[in-house]
């Protein structure tokens, strides 16, 4: 057999940039082959397969609402490296109004993105973790799901969302080896986060306990470690990154 066939395989949806791209880094760095969707920027992707090995990292343009590609990204995932082990839910985007001013546009687009996207990746993929009675899931929800965010009702609802999807489906699929949690990030520098004020950044850093924003490799270390064999006696928990923001 093919030795390669034996290392494990990742979906990691919204892979191309920020936290999602972090994340692909760090499971390609850990001896992981990698799959990632992106929705627009191919030049990102391809230019992130080249960087990473062609052999081991592949791109797919799917959209997390669009329920169909993402089945059919799963079929050419397997068809490619000849299974699937874990998912990453990282797509998403924000939409930040007051209610308001939010419109039913900003709140469906924000809760159809973030939250029907993971539900849809979910129904694609753990089917196939069920027959094969293993498979990990993370969920990549935020500190806005816990805590809540001014202007942010849109996107805190969708955060807050993946964390009961979270928990419900670990217990539905516990019995089958199967593990699902979140991890909620606070203040990440990203480029979410870059297009903050300076005060606004000021504001933000000052709000931290530990006075300093997080890396994308903090979230990207902590999802490695979840789809890992070393948490596997974890599931359905919530594991928030924030620097103390939230205590």
Not at 19 to 39: D, H, K, P, S
Not at 58 to 64: M, R, T
């Amino acid at each position: 057999m093919n030795e390669n066939m034996e290392k494990p395989v990742a979906l990691v949806t919204g892979g191309s940039r920020g936290l999602g791209q972090a994340i692909v880094r760090e499971l390609r760095q850990q001896g992981w082959r990698v799959a990632f969707t992106y929705l627009h920027n191919a030049k990102a992707a391809d230019a992130l397969v080249a960087e990473l090995g062609e052999e081991d990292t592949l791109a797919i343009q799917a959209d997390a609402k669009d329920s169909q590609r993402l089945r059919g990204a799963a079929d050419h995932i397997v068809e490619r490296f000849g299974r699937i082990d874990a998912l990453v839910n990282n797509a998403g985007i924000t939409r930040d109004q007051s209610i308001l001013t939010m419109d039913d546009e900003d709140w469906s687009a924000v809760l159809d993105a973030n939250l029907s996207g993971a539900f849809h990746a979910c129904k694609a993929i753990l089917p196939r973790f069920l027959r094969q009675r293993s498979g990990a899931v993370v969920n990549m929800s935020s500190v806005a799901g816990v805590m809540g965010v001014p202007g942010q009702a849109n996107y805190c609802a969708s955060k807050a969302g993946m964390i009961g999807m979270t928990r419900a489906l670990a217990l539905e699929c516990a019995a089958r080896n199967i593990r699902i949690n979140a991890v909620a990030p606070g203040f990440i520098s990203t480029d979410m986060t870059a297009g903050l004020s300076d005060k606004q950044l000021e504001a933000a850093r000052n709000s931290i306990p530990m006075k300093r924003f997080g890396t994308a490799d903090d979230i990207a270390k902590m999802t490695a470690f979840l789809l890992s064999s070393a948490s596997a006696y974890i599931t359905g928990q919530v594991f928030v990154v924030d620097g103390g923001l939230s205590t």
